[in-house]
């Protein structure tokens, strides 16, 4: 795993809609490099809210070669959870944060030839915009059909964006749906597979879905009838857990007694939040990237009580099981717990 951070400072703000805001970031040291990425994959942005740490995972809306002309755009909508309010409120431009290198495996790359299909519910339309900027750049040579819903008019995203597109480029196509009210040159309801079928290559396509879980439910059934291959079907990981999975407790505290390297800490976190966001409560910064099950990054040794993760994200393998590793993210205190985070190698 590579813990390195890159420093990243917000050079332009764009006012995109009512909620939602493009935060342009560049290098923030005279002479440094904005990482490489591929189209689809997210950073993770670092920061602290009144002395709590705190860390959000972002996709990449621009393309990688404009990571080499020096900037990546990432899209936040401040009336969602508590810290993308946080940091709509409170960035300005010349602000520097901390930041992962790009990862991910949601992504696409220049070896791509297609044909792909991409399908957004809402906001998590932000890497389709990356993947459509890379092939319309020509740094990726796939065919890519874009498949956006959205709930309601005022909230969609990208579409003049995407028509261009598509009349520059003859290997984009896009439809946008909105579910609530009919909308000129807009399909009326949720995509569906005709909507698809209608509007793209399906044969051999490689699938990018990227939304709520209430989408992947629904889609999963709409397909079926493809018989999609595995390895063609990529679904990027819903967002932060922060539902605890039933157990009977409500609204306890626990002693949390963490070894990090040589450091021990001793604090309180809640029955109701990850094991995480306690540990970043408490002013400590352990490591995470995608904050939902995914990338192992926040991994942790459980020595001692019990934990209950969300069924949903639990993503170890039987040896990390048997070590007893869990992923701090999407898992949730039973009891008073003894955690060990090794650090060797970092
Ligand atoms: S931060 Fe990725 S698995 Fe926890």
Redesign the pocket.
């Known amino acids: 795993m590579d813990y390195s951070k890159q420093r990243l400072k917000v050079v332009e703000i764009l006012q995109i809609n009512r909620d939602v805001r493009c935060y342009r970031f560049a290098p923030a040291d005279e002479g440094s490099r904005l990482e490489g990425f591929k189209a689809g994959q997210f950073i993770n942005l670092f920061f602290e809210i009144d002395g709590s740490t705190a860390s959000r995972p972002y996709s990449i809306a621009s393309s990688p070669k404009e990571a080499e002309a020096g900037y990546y755009d990432l899209y936040i909508h401040g009336g969602g959870e508590f810290t993308a309010k946080w940091l709509f409120e409170h960035v300005a431009v010349g602000d520097v944060f901390e930041a992962s290198k790009p990862i991910g495996d949601f992504c696409i790359d220049s070896a791509s030839t297609g044909p792909i299909i991409g399908i957004s519910g809402g906001m998590s339309v932000t890497p389709l915009r990356s993947m459509a900027r890379a092939v319309a750049d020509g740094s990726v040579q796939a065919r890519l059909s874009l498949f956006c819903g959205w709930d309601r008019p005022e909230e969609v995203l990208f579409y003049e964006e995407f028509l261009q597109l598509s009349r520059d480029c003859d290997r984009i196509n896009a439809v946008f749906a909105v579910a609530d009210v009919p909308v000129e040159g807009m399909e009326h309801g949720y995509i569906t597979r005709d909507i698809i079928c209608n509007n793209a290559d399906t044969r051999d396509a490689e699938y990018f879905l990227c939304g709520p879980k209430v989408m992947y439910d629904f889609l999963e059934r709409e397909l079926a009838p493809l018989n999609i291959p595995p390895e063609k079907y990529h679904i990027e990981v819903p967002g932060e857990v922060k539902q605890r999975p039933a157990s009977g407790l409500r609204d306890k505290f626990f002693n949390l007694t963490l070894a990090i390297g040589e450091k021990v800490h001793r604090i309180k976190i809640s029955s109701e939040e990850t094991i ?1 966001v306690g540990m970043e409560r408490a002013g400590i910064k352990p490591e ?11 991994r942790a040794i459980l020595q001692d009580g019990t934990v209950v993760a969300d069924p949903d994200r639990e993503t170890r393998d039987t040896t990390e099981i048997v070590q007893g590793i869990i ?4 898992t949730f205190a039973l009891s008073d717990l003894s955690l060990k985070i090794d650090i060797d190698g970092r």
């Open positions: 995480l995470s990237r995608c904050r939902s099950g995914s990338c192992g990054y926040c992923r701090t993210c999407c």
